[in-house]
């Protein structure tokens, strides 16, 4: 169905196309992922589905004041890396990351499953990492449950991120294992599990996440949302989404007060399945504002 049209409520989405000599303040960019997913999912549909998806809403934060983002951001859309699986896919969108992040304040990775992570923080440049995520993606070997552990151990030295500089924010019960919880503690990586977060709240908890991951001088912060830490009420179309996690607008709060600090230069947002969705793109819906979310913390930087 066609979106109705109204000059006084100007649609996000449909930014101008990023050209090698330009600078932006948010560059947008498709890593399609989904090859080695240990789920069967048609994430690599999904950036597209996530730019439609922007459409439905506008870019205008009601504050007070009230913002456009339009108006107050350089937004840009760099299209998609066109097969970022395999090892030619991983050099092809670290390379892109790479440029782009040059040219803008915020590099935006619209995923693709969680396998999008490692080429994009590497890319970036990123020297600390803050995951949103039910699961520790950790695993052994090359899928969508190991990017975390691969920006550890299988990165070119210079880009590794050390795990004293890794948070990961929302970890679930019933959805790891405690071998994998070992590892994370072994090497000293920051958890901070759902019920903490819940517990404390979520500006202390991204305080202590920022502070830890934006250690050091000259420091680089990649932000990872898995969008399956959303209860799976609000992200149907995660596969490995699950009831009890995160509302929409926790999710949200999070990642908006995430990108408010400087510090973050990149960000993904991975796991949705548009092809697995329900309720007329629920969980994609969730995801855009995931994006219009990152807008709103650069404004507020
Ligand atoms: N980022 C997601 N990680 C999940 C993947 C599960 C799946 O695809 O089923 C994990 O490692 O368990």
């Known amino acids: 169905m066609a979106l109705s049209h109204d000059d006084l409520w100007p649609r996000a989405g449909s930014w101008p196309s990023f050209a090698a000599e330009d600078d932006a303040d948010a560059v947008l960019l498709g890593v399609p992922t989904w090859r080695t997913s240990l789920s069967p999912t048609g994430a690599h549909a ?51 990351v790479h440029e782009l992040a040059a040219s803008a304040r915020l590099v935006i990775a619209l995923g693709g499953d969680n396998a999008l992570t490692y080429p994009v923080a590497r890319g970036a440049g990123a020297t600390g990492l803050i995951t949103i995520d039910a699961h520790f993606d950790l695993r052994d070997g090359i899928s969508n449950g190991s990017p975390v552990r691969r920006l550890i151990e299988d990165a070119p030295e210079k880009e590794r ?5 890794i948070v990961q924010i929302g970890i679930a019960d019933f959805a790891n294992s405690a071998a994998y919880a070992a590892r994370a503690a072994e090497w000293g990586i920051r958890v901070i599990t759902l019920d903490e977060v819940r517990r404390r709240g979520i500006d202390e908890v991204v305080a202590e996440a920022t502070r830890i991951a934006g250690a050091g001088a000259a420091a680089r ?24 996690g995160f509302a929409a607008w926790e999710l949200r709060a999070l990642v908006r007060s995430i990108v408010a600090d400087p510090r973050v230069v990149s960000a993904d947002i991975a796991e949705v399945d548009a092809t697995a969705d329900t309720d007329d793109m629920r969980t994609v819906r969730l995801a855009a504002l995931c994006v219009l979310e990152m807008l709103a913390a650069l404004v507020a930087r």
């Open 46 to 96: 999904t950036p597209a589905a996530i730019r439609e998806a922007l459409t439905r809403y506008s870019a205008t934060l009601m504050g007070p004041p009230v913002v456009d983002l339009g108006e107050a951001l350089r937004v840009l859309d760099a299209g998609d890396v066109a097969e970022p699986d395999g090892e030619a896919g991983i050099a092809a969108s670290v390379a892109r």
């Open 161 to 165: 991120i050390d795990p004293t500089k």
């Open 221 to 244: 912060i990649h932000l990872d949302v898995d969008v399956d830490a959303a209860d799976r009420a609000a992200a149907p179309g995660c596969p490995a989404s699950v009831p009890g």
